[in-house]
C-alpha cells in the first residue's frame, strides 16, 4: 500500500458512509411513501364571513305547520354555478347546481327541526350553513276593561270605538306554558306599525291602551326574545276590530226580576202595566247610573221620561192606544264621541 491510497483512505471511508446513509434515506422513504406521496386532497372548508352569504327567511319567525321559503345570496362567492344540497334533519331534500331556494315544513308546537345547506363552488370550496326551527306559537288574550256586559253575559267583553284595551301575550309550546322559560323574555310591543317602547322590554307581557276614534280597528304585533340566548322566540299579530255597542230589552217581572234567559224583541201588555230594561253591551262606561250616560225613551214619536231607574222603562197601559206600538231607547256617552247605542221593541196592547 503506497501513501497516496494511505492519504486517500479517509475520503474513502466518508463515501461509503455517505452512500450507505443515502442508501438507507431512500428505503426509508420507499417503505414509508404513504406520509410523502400518497397524501390525499383535503377539502378546504371556507369561513362563513359576515356578507359571505345571506340566508333569508319568509316568515322569520314561522309558527308551527307553517310553509318556510329559504333563500341563498352571495356577494363573494359564485353559489349561481355551486352545487348546493339542502338537509333536514340529517335527510338529504334537495341538491343541485344553482339550487338557491328551499321550501320546507316546520312540525308541531316545540319540535325541532334543523336545516343544513352545503355549497360547494367550482374552485373546491365550501360554504355551510345551520338553522333550527323551533315552532312556538304565541296567544294574544284581549279584552276591554271599561265596558259594560251583563253579569250573566259569559262571553268576552268586545272593544267599541275609544275602548281600553288590555293584552297579554302567552308564548306556548306543545300546549304547555310552564315549559318555557318565560322569565327571560323580553317583549316588543307595536300598535299600528308604531313600537310602544314605554311598554315594551323585559317581561312585558301585558299591554294596555285606548283606541283612537280615527280608528275601526288596530293591529297589534308582539315580538318575544330570550335575554338570555339572544334567539328570537316567536311573533304574532292580532286584528282588534271596534264594534257597535249592542242594545238588548228584557222584561222585568215582580216574581223572577229580569228574565235573563233571552232578549225580548216583543212585549204583550196583559195588565196595567209592564217594565222594560235596556241593556247595552260593550259601551263605556261599566256603570250603567254614570252621568256620563244619556237615556231618551220614546213612545212612537214621542219623547217620555223614563222610569224609576236610567235603563228601565215602567209602560203604563194608560199611555198606549191598543195595538202595535214601538218603544225605543237612544243611549248616548256625552264623553265618547261614537259611544251610542238604540233599540226598538214592539209591545201589543190588547
Known amino acids: 500500500m503506497n501513501i497516496h491510497s494511505l492519504k486517500e483512505a479517509p475520503q474513502i471511508i466518508l463515501f461509503v458512509l455517505f452512500s450507505f446513509i443515502v442508501l438507507m434515506s431512500i428505503s426509508f422513504v420507499l417503505k414509508h411513501n404513504s406520509l410523502f406521496f400518497s397524501l390525499k386532497p383535503q377539502t378546504v372548508y371556507a369561513q362563513i364571513t359576515p356578507g359571505s352569504l345571506r340566508?333569508?327567511?319568509e316568515p322569520q319567525l314561522p309558527g308551527p305547520h307553517s310553509q318556510v321559503l329559504i333563500t341563498l345570496e352571495s356577494f363573494t362567492t359564485d353559489i349561481n354555478t355551486a352545487t348546493?344540497?339542502?338537509?333536514?334533519?340529517?335527510?338529504?331534500?334537495?341538491?343541485?347546481?344553482?339550487?338557491?331556494?328551499?321550501?320546507l315544513q316546520t312540525g308541531e308546537l316545540g319540535?325541532?327541526?334543523e336545516l343544513i345547506i352545503i355549497i360547494r363552488d367550482r374552485s373546491g370550496q365550501i360554504l355551510t350553513h345551520n338553522q333550527i326551527f323551533r315552532p312556538i306559537d304565541i296567544d294574544i288574550l284581549w279584552e276591554t276593561t271599561d265596558s259594560y256586559a251583563p253579569p250573566f253575559y259569559r262571553g268576552k267583553t268586545l272593544a267599541s270605538s275609544e275602548s281600553i284595551v288590555k293584552a297579554v301575550a302567552m308564548p306556548v309550546a306543545r300546549s304547555e306554558i310552564s315549559s318555557l322559560q318565560e322569565s327571560s323574555y323580553v317583549y316588543t310591543w307595536r300598535l299600528n306599525q308604531k313600537t310602544i317602547g314605554e311598554l315594551s322590554g323585559f317581561q312585558k307581557n301585558t299591554f294596555t291602551y285606548r283606541n283612537s276614534y280615527l280608528n275601526r280597528s288596530d293591529t297589534l304585533v308582539v315580538s318575544v326574545r330570550d335575554a338570555n340566548s339572544g334567539s328570537d322566540i316567536g311573533q304574532k299579530t292580532e286584528f282588534i276590530s271596534?264594534?257597535?255597542?249592542?242594545?238588548?230589552?228584557?222584561n222585568v217581572t215582580p216574581s223572577f226580576g229580569i228574565r235573563t234567559h233571552r232578549a225580548?224583541?216583543?212585549?204583550?201588555?196583559?195588565?196595567?202595566?209592564?217594565?222594560?230594561?235596556?241593556?247595552?253591551?260593550?259601551?263605556?262606561?261599566?256603570?250603567?247610573?254614570?252621568?256620563?250616560?244619556?237615556?231618551?225613551?220614546?213612545?212612537?214619536?214621542n219623547t217620555v221620561d223614563f222610569g224609576y231607574d236610567a235603563?228601565?222603562?215602567?209602560?203604563?197601559s194608560n199611555q198606549l192606544t191598543s195595538g202595535e206600538v214601538?218603544?225605543?231607547?237612544?243611549?248616548?256617552?256625552?264623553?265618547?264621541?261614537?259611544?251610542?247605542?238604540?233599540g226598538?221593541?214592539?209591545v201589543y196592547v190588547e
Open 55 to 57: 340566508v333569508t327567511v
Open 84 to 103: 348546493i344540497e339542502w338537509y333536514e334533519n340529517d335527510a338529504l331534500k334537495r341538491s343541485g347546481i344553482g339550487e338557491l331556494r328551499h321550501t
Open 111 to 113: 319540535s325541532s327541526l
Open 242 to 250: 271596534m264594534r257597535n255597542p249592542i242594545l238588548q230589552f228584557y
Open 264 to 301: 225580548v224583541e216583543q212585549l204583550s201588555l196583559f195588565g196595567e202595566s209592564a217594565t222594560l230594561q235596556a241593556i247595552p253591551y260593550f259601551l263605556h262606561p261599566k256603570n250603567l247610573k254614570s252621568g256620563n250616560l244619556t237615556y231618551k225613551w220614546s213612545i212612537g214619536p
Open 311 to 316: 235603563n228601565t222603562f215602567v209602560i203604563e
Open 326 to 342: 214601538p218603544i225605543s231607547v237612544e243611549i248616548r256617552n256625552s264623553e265618547r264621541l261614537f259611544q251610542q247605542t238604540d
Open 344 to 346: 226598538e221593541i214592539l
